[in-house]
């Protein structure tokens, strides 16, 4: 009952993180294309997402591919018992740990928001 009453401020919560994500990540392209050089710093990682249903799935790709700098590439075919797996391309994070931590971060959020019950750890 109270999971219920919390989740639309869960997802307030969310959109405002998402928005502050967004933002960081479009200056750190427009910089990237404005100044001489190049600070990228490309690289792909596979990604093991923690979403159980097609729209958890969908929206986590979906919002990695909305960021500046990141573009959801495609995904592994999932076997019974194993986790659906993304793989992402990154303009700066050409270390594959550090694009999975970010993403995980990511995920966690969304899922904390778009899931009514919360998750007991």
């Known amino acids: ?11 307030i919560g969310f959109l405002f993180w998402y928005i502050g ?3 960081t990540a479009n200056i750190a392209v427009l910089k990237d294309v ?6 990228s710093a490309p690289g792909i990682g596979l990604f093991e997402s ?4 097609e729209f958890e799935f969908s929206l986590i790709s ?7 700098g990141t573009l959801s590439l495609g995904t592994t075919t999932r076997g019974e ?5 993304l ?11 550090a694009l999975r931590a970010e993403l995980k971060d990511m995920e966690d959020r969304m899922l904390k928001a778009v ?3 919360k998750e007991t750890s």
Do not use: C, N
């Not at 009952?1 to 997802?11: A, Q």
């Not at 404005?34 to 600070?39: A, C, E, I, S, V």
């Not at 979906?62 to 500046?68: A, G, Q």
């Open 1 to 11: 009952m109270i999971d219920s009453l919390t989740w639309p401020f869960r997802i």
């Open 81 to 85: 018992g194993e986790p659906r797996k």
């Open 87 to 97: 793989y992402v391309h990154s303009l700066y994070s050409s270390d594959a740990d």
């Open 50 to 53: 923690r979403s159980e249903t």
């Open 21 to 23: 994500a967004l933002v």
């Open 62 to 68: 979906v919002l990695i591919t909305l960021t500046p």
């Open 115 to 117: 899931r009514i019950r």
């Open 34 to 39: 404005l100044t001489p050089g190049q600070d």
